[in-house]
T-cell receptor, first 111, second 112 residues
Framework: DAGVIQSPRHEVTEMGQEVTLRCKPI?????LFWYRQTMMRGLELLIY????????DSGMPEDRFSAKMPNASFSTLKIQPSEPRDSAVYFC?????????FGPGTRLTVL | RKEVEQDPGPFNVPEGATVAFNCTYS??????FFWYRQDCRKEPKLLMS???SGNEDGRFTAQLNRASQYISLLIRDSKLSDSATYLC?????????????FGAGTQVVVTP
């Protein structure tokens, strides 16, 4: 198995632009998580899905952030419009139960 | 108060020495506990689960103290490759099934 796949690996954009991050979880995993990591705030859970249904989105910073999981093999995290404070590493993780398997992350820089 | 708290370190450890550090958690109803390892600019990876009776995995020993609400990690015979950030992770109650709470991490630097 290729593990959790995220794209792009790096994204540099200008303030105000729309950013879409993509994730392909490990096949058979029922849970999918989106995290954000910064030096100041550490690893923060943004939202997670169970069987493609959003369960807890209390970590989503504001309405500029949205996440979807249209099927078991694909999820997106969208930021519109992006702001410099959104610069961070965004991780997607999938899980069959307890252990979470993380993707390599997308390093986002908003100028 | 954060749900999971860790000493950020860094813990500077000579190669071959033993290092230990703790993590405290606030939710007494927490169900499961883990240590994850994160290398610089990489994703977190599961190091080991922490069981009530304590458990070992090679040079790594994890302990859980429910009464005092902390878990610990001990690394024996430290290797240069053990240099990383160790994340304490707690799984909440059944109301938050699947959701893990991550600590901010303890940085360990093993020196030659």
């Amino acid at each position: 198995d290729a593990g959790v796949i995220q794209s792009p690996r790096h994204e540099v954009t200008e303030m105000g632009q729309e950013v879409t991050l993509r994730c392909k979880p490990i096949s058979g995993h029922d849970y999918l998580f989106w995290y954000r990591q910064t030096m100041m705030r550490g690893l923060e859970l943004l939202i997670y899905f169970n069987n493609n249904v959003p369960i807890d989105d209390s970590g989503m910073p504001e309405d500029r952030f949205s996440a979807k999981m249209p099927n078991a093999s694909f999820s997106t995290l969208k930021i519109q419009p992006s702001e410099p404070r959104d610069s961070a590493v965004y991780f997607c993780a999938s899980s069959p139960s307890d252990e979470q398997f993380f993707g390599p992350g997308t390093r986002l820089t908003v100028l | 108060r954060k749900e999971v708290e860790q000493d950020p370190g860094p813990f500077n450890v000579p190669e071959g020495a033993t290092v230990a550090f703790n993590c405290t958690y606030s939710n007494s109803a927490s169900q499961s506990f883990f240590w994850y390892r994160q290398d610089c600019r990489k994703e977190p990876k599961l190091l080991m689960s922490v069981y009530s009776s304590g458990n070992e995995d090679g040079r790594f020993t994890a302990q859980l103290n429910r009464a005092s609400q902390y878990i610990s990690l001990l690394i024996r015979d430290s290797k240069l490759s053990d240099s990383a950030t160790y994340l304490c992770v707690v799984k909440g109650t059944t109301d938050s099934w699947g959701k893990l709470q991550f600590g901010a991490g303890t940085q360990v630097v093993v020196t030659p």
